[in-house]
């Protein structure tokens, strides 16, 4: 099976257990592509191809004693902020360029105890901190659909290997859209589990209320099976929650009929989908906006009941993260001191010129800008009027959301208010920037599930429908999305590389 | 709200960050524009709310206090910049 097939895993799963093709060979045909593809695309900041044959080969070992799970042998890449033992994890960043973990993350523990074949560690923003991928202090990834185009951000590298072929599936964190806006702008599935669900341990730490790993794949049912291998609770993580183990796969199936959405509602009758006005923001490109509602009519035609809804606080989002998550990050960070890893300014017998030179020589512009940020929202005399404020923001809208989700099932919302924009455009402008987040952060203030799924093109670039839900929803989301899915074939496209 | 040079300096040395004049300049003008972005949750009453700092309501767990395996100090050693023996190597804390 060639790489360019762009098999999905559950595909994949199949020819592997029909002995059609093996693990080594399914892996080599990825390298191959990864080989070719990556002088252009560039979505790998490490590639493992040692490592990934020799999985591959124990996976195949596995499939011939019939020990296989759904992941066995399925070639995948690792966004660079988890930590995977004995192979580098740099979070894209001069600070740790050279730093090799010592343990797993759990999601990798889980994914190598399923004989998962890691390909590699996916380039992304500095510490998960961006929306292009342009923050990489190695190098930008590219757009496949359009190689002067960014793929989005943080998780950008994962999104353009999965939109090019170069890996079957990935993982990427979620702090404020990091999953599912790459996802909306390279045209694939990209879900960000309510907070608490996936551990974070051996997750490099960004703004750890918000933090959250979850899958990139090219359909639904990937996006649960991967899902599946990740979630549970993990004593090593404080704010793991304890969930009983559920298989997002198995209901799946049930929405393959026809008016799929017009009953199985929390109501017991359709489903009840809330559009607010407040997430068709100013500056929303038109094609977006058509995009998305022909997407809403298509929800309303499988069976769903749509409504508009009014969140007010949406207005305040943006203000109300771009304080907590710098706040956060400007805690986190401070870790870095060049005493126990990283890039250690050694030229002085001074401590504190030590740790402010190793700071200075190893973050990049957009981490020492929320560095400041958040230690000047954090500092007496401000810490009221930003950091307080801000949480008390975060109470507001939580309540709104508990409030809708009194009405409706799930909100159904565009990913990004924009399709993907040009390499250069927006990087010396935060403010600019910072508002492509509009419709995604929401999710992370209130620790709610979202997932992105392919609803269209503007101008020959992929648009991203968002659907989010309460607190622990995630199936009623997959469901809603697969029933989306499997009336529409926006997710085999495929870009022309 | 805009910030002034002398306040990026000061949060700088706070945050132990050393920057370049560059930098401070370039930050004060970004991180104003971004202050004034903030002021529109100066509209919301928050009179009496309380503030939310996991949006999941958690609790505080503890675990038995079983011995484990620790990690290997070689191992751990192995990535720190100036290591001597069993130790990471600091710089001086107190002034001679």
Redesign the interface.
Same mark, same amino acid.
Do not use: M, W, Y
């Given at each position: 099976m060639a790489a360019e097939e762009m098999t999905t895993i559950h595909e994949a799963a199949e020819k592997l257990a029909q002995r059609e093709i093996s693990s080594v060979e399914l892996t080599r045909a990825h390298l191959e592509r990864i080989d070719k593809l990556e002088e252009r695309v560039k979505s790998f900041i490490t590639v493992t191809s040692e490592l990934a044959l020799k999985q591959a080969e124990q996976a195949d070992q596995r499939i011939a004693a019939g020990e296989a799970g759904p992941l066995t042998g399925i070639p995948m890449q690792m966004k660079d902020v988890i930590s995977t033992k004995g192979v580098t994890t740099t979070c894209a960043s001069r600070m740790l360029e050279n730093y090799v973990p010592v343990y797993d993350a759990t999601v990798a523990e889980r994914l190598l105890l399923q004989g998962a074949v890691l390909l590699g560690k996916g380039n992304m923003d500095e510490y998960a901190m961006g929306s292009s991928c342009e923050n990489s202090a190695f190098f930008p990834t590219r757009n496949p659909w359009d190689l002067e185009r960014v793929p989005g951000g943080s998780s950008g590298g994962g999104a353009a290997a999965v939109a090019a072929g170069e890996a079957v599936y990935a993982l990427g964190s979620d702090t404020g859209g990091s999953v599912r806006q790459p996802a909306s702008l390279c045209g694939v599935v990209g879900l960000k589990p309510t907070y608490g669900m996936v551990s974070r341990y051996g997750l490099v730490a960004y703004a750890s209320s918000l933090d959250q790993i979850g899958p990139i794949t090219r359909d639904v049912t990937d996006c649960a099976l991967v899902l599946n291998a990740i979630v549970g609770h993990d004593p090593k993580d404080s704010t793991s929650l304890r969930q009983p183990a559920v298989d997002y796969r198995l209901s799946l199936e049930e929405y393959a009929v026809s008016s799929p959405l017009a009953k199985g509602g929390a109501q017991g009758g359709p489903f009840r989908l809330g559009v607010p006005e407040e997430y068709f923001v100013d500056g929303m490109q038109d094609g977006v906006r058509e995009s998305v509602q022909a997407a809403i009519k298509t929800l309303e035609g499988l069976g769903a009941w749509v409504e508009p809804v009014s969140l007010p606080t949406t207005r305040y989002a943006l203000a109300c993260y771009y304080i907590i998550a710098p706040s956060e990050c400007s805690a986190n960070l401070a870790r870095y001191d060049g005493v126990k890893y990283g890039f250690s300014y050694q030229d002085t017998h001074n401590m504190w010129e030590a740790m402010e030179r190793t700071r200075a020589g190893g973050f990049g512009p957009e981490v020492k800008r929320r560095v400041i940020l958040g230690a000047y929202a954090l500092s007496a005399g401000y810490y009221d009027a930003y950091y307080l404020k801000a949480q008390q923001a975060r109470t507001l809208i939580r309540r709104d959301f508990d409030r809708v989700f009194e009405q409706v099932d799930a909100l159904v919302t565009p990913t990004s208010p924009v399709v993907a924009f040009r390499l250069g455009e927006k990087i010396d402008d935060p403010v600019e920037m910072y508002l492509i987040d509009v419709c995604t952060v929401p999710a992370n203030i209130a620790g709610l599930p979202g997932i992105s799924v392919p609803c269209g093109f503007s101008e020959g670039l992929p648009v991203g429908m968002q659907i989010v839900g309460p607190h622990l929803s995630e199936q009623r989301l997959l469901n809603i999305a697969y029933a989306y899915e499997q009336a529409t074939q926006w997710h085999t496209e495929r870009p022309t590389l | 709200m805009s910030?002034e040079h002398a306040?990026?300096e000061q949060?700088?040395l706070?945050? @132990?960050?050393?920057?370049?004049p560059e930098?401070v300049e370039?930050?004060q003008g970004?991180?104003s524009?971004?202050l004034e972005?903030?002021q529109?949750?100066?509209?919301?009453d928050?009179t009496d709310?309380?503030?939310?700092?996991?949006?999941?309501d958690?609790q505080?767990?503890m @675990?038995d206090d079983d011995d484990e395996d620790s990690? !290997?100090p070689e !191992?751990?050693l192995?990535?720190?910049?100036?290591p001597e023996g069993e130790y990471?190597r600091?710089?001086?804390?107190l002034e001679e």
């Open positions: - | 910030l306040q990026v949060i700088a706070l945050a @132990r960050i050393s920057l370049t930098e370039l930050f970004q991180i524009q971004l972005q903030f529109v949750l100066s509209e919301l928050t709310v309380p503030p939310t700092g996991h949006a999941v958690l505080a767990v @675990r990690l !290997d !191992d751990v192995r990535n720190a910049p100036n990471f600091v710089k001086a804390v």
